[in-house]
């Protein structure tokens, strides 16, 4: 369907040259949405699956030890997005101090896009509602780094930016002048808070990230911090107990279309189109973790009755493993620390643990050795493997 821009253009100047600027008009979309049966089908698929998720989060003995990776895999999908190389096995690599397989800045840039998920999730769980406070704090964790100074980190832009080409005037999208940009937000936090009436959640956080990613209210880090907004929106609104979807894993796989949907909302109103593709994105995302969370926790338990037969080094053993799960690539020395024993015997328990094939030692050193709980990395990387 299309319908008028949901926006207006302004026209500005940047060294002389003239150039138009999109403004977003405030949500909800006026006209309304139009759903036809199909969309609604597609929203009710997509709420099941997050409700297969959230009872997933809610029954597993390990959920608390899937969370950490779950946050890491979607923080590498968003960063991929943007161009990083980073796997999952780097950043968890980076995260111990060992050198990941790409440039360091790569694994530290996911590194950070993860400390701002859980700057987010704090400060939420603290009692600060979702706003554009929030979001600021969480910019400045993204943005802490020495390239990131320009950036501005945790303030709102007060310059124009443009996404594509070498300047507004021949750019493929102008966001709204830095002017503008104030009452955007505004209007923005009070749609995010339910105000002037309450929207349904998974509609809001389809609505709020195109509207976010329209607005562009930051120098740099919009994208990742609009991806992270979905999940932090789902939370903060109780769809989800935890932070256990990984929504850039359909957006990175469909990485052209995700772009091309967004523009056809700024160009012409084509909120269906966006909406259709989003709840795709979501049910996919949410089936797909309740799978991998599914499939770790039978591979855990499988592995734990092997460790089982190990006898009286067993139950030592038994806790290694445990660490491994929330850490599946770790050094020795982070094993002694997170299961309080000895290095005596965490190393003996990671001998027994490499003899029965459920670590590999990545290091072949005398100190400082790094392990790999291999199948465990292997489950949840499966399916960031893939075409960019």
């Given at each position: 369907m299309h319908r008028p821009s949901p926006g207006h253009y302004v026209t500005a100047t940047s060294a002389g040259e003239p150039f138009r600027?999109?403004?977003?008009?405030?949500?909800?979309?006026?006209?309304?949405?139009?759903?036809?049966?199909?969309?609604?089908?597609?929203?009710?698929?997509?709420?099941?699956?997050?409700?297969?998720?959230?009872a997933v989060t809610a029954l597993l003995p390990n959920a608390a030890l899937l969370l950490y990776s779950f946050v890491r895999k979607e923080a590498v999908l968003s960063s991929q997005i943007e161009g990083t190389q980073?796997?999952?096995?780097?950043?968890?690599?980076?995260?111990?101090?060992?050198?990941?397989?790409?440039?360091?800045?790569?694994?530290?840039?996911?590194?950070?896009?993860?400390?701002?998920?859980?700057?987010?999730?704090q400060r939420l769980r603290g009692g600060l509602p979702l706003c554009m406070r929030l979001l600021?704090?969480?910019?400045?964790?993204?943005?802490?780094?020495?390239?990131?100074?320009?950036?501005?980190?945790?303030?709102?832009?007060?310059?124009?930016?443009?996404?594509?080409?070498?300047?507004?005037?021949?750019?493929a999208f102008v966001p709204p002048p830095s002017e503008a940009v104030p009452e955007c937000l505004a209007a923005f936090e009070r749609f995010l808070n339910d105000a002037p009436e309450p929207a349904p959640p998974?509609?809001?956080?389809?609505?709020?990230?195109?509207?976010?990613?329209?607005?562009?209210?930051?120098?740099?880090?919009?994208?990742?911090?609009?991806?992270?907004?979905?999940?932090?929106?789902?939370?903060?609104?109780?769809?989800?107990?935890?932070?256990?979807?990984?929504?850039?894993?359909?957006?990175?796989?469909?990485?052209?279309?995700?772009?091309?949907l967004l523009n056809g909302v700024r160009l012409h109103g084509d909120w269906e189109r966006w909406l259709d593709f989003f709840a795709e994105g979501i049910e996919a995302s949410a089936t797909q973790g309740v799978a991998t969370a599914t499939a770790l926790l039978a591979l855990v338990n499988a592995d734990r009755v092997r460790i089982a037969g190990l006898g009286r080094a067993a139950t030592s053993a038994l806790e290694v493993h445990q660490a491994l799960?929330?850490?599946?690539?770790?050094?020795?020395?982070?094993?002694?620390?997170?299961?309080r024993l000895t290095p005596a015997t965490v190393n003996k328990s990671l001998a027994h643990l490499t003899r029965i094939g459920i670590v590999s030692e990545l290091t072949n050193r005398q100190r400082g050795r790094v392990f790999s709980y291999r199948e465990y990395v292997g489950q949840l990387a499966s399916e960031l493997e893939m075409p960019g």
């Amino acid at each position: 369907m299309h319908r008028p821009s949901p926006g207006h253009y302004v026209t500005a100047t940047s060294a002389g040259e003239p150039f138009r600027a999109f403004v977003p008009a405030p949500l909800p979309p006026d006209p309304p949405v139009e759903w036809s049966a199909a969309l609604r089908r597609r929203f009710d698929a997509a709420l099941l699956a997050l409700g297969r998720l959230d009872a997933v989060t809610a029954l597993l003995p390990n959920a608390a030890l899937l969370l950490y990776s779950f946050v890491r895999k979607e923080a590498v999908l968003s960063s991929q997005i943007e161009g990083t190389q980073s796997s999952l096995a780097d950043l968890l690599l980076y995260e111990i101090d060992e050198q990941p397989g790409v440039p360091v800045e790569d694994a530290r840039e996911v590194s950070r896009c993860v400390a701002a998920l859980e700057r987010g999730l704090q400060r939420l769980r603290g009692g600060l509602p979702l706003c554009m406070r929030l979001l600021c704090e969480m910019h400045e964790v993204l943005m802490s780094h020495p390239g990131g100074r320009s950036k501005t980190p945790g303030e709102v832009r007060r310059s124009q930016v443009w996404l594509g080409g070498t300047r507004p005037g021949n750019a493929a999208f102008v966001p709204p002048p830095s002017e503008a940009v104030p009452e955007c937000l505004a209007a923005f936090e009070r749609f995010l808070n339910d105000a002037p009436e309450p929207a349904p959640p998974l509609l809001k956080a389809a609505l709020c990230h195109v509207q976010f990613e329209t607005i562009h209210p930051f120098l740099d880090g919009n994208g990742r911090l609009g991806r992270l907004l979905i999940v932090l929106q789902l939370v903060a609104d109780g769809v989800l107990r935890e932070p256990m979807l990984y929504p850039s894993l359909f957006f990175n796989r469909h990485r052209a279309l995700y772009y091309e949907l967004l523009n056809g909302v700024r160009l012409h109103g084509d909120w269906e189109r966006w909406l259709d593709f989003f709840a795709e994105g979501i049910e996919a995302s949410a089936t797909q973790g309740v799978a991998t969370a599914t499939a770790l926790l039978a591979l855990v338990n499988a592995d734990r009755v092997r460790i089982a037969g190990l006898g009286r080094a067993a139950t030592s053993a038994l806790e290694v493993h445990q660490a491994l799960q929330r850490q599946p690539i770790a050094t020795s020395a982070a094993l002694v620390k997170a299961t309080r024993l000895t290095p005596a015997t965490v190393n003996k328990s990671l001998a027994h643990l490499t003899r029965i094939g459920i670590v590999s030692e990545l290091t072949n050193r005398q100190r400082g050795r790094v392990f790999s709980y291999r199948e465990y990395v292997g489950q949840l990387a499966s399916e960031l493997e893939m075409p960019g």
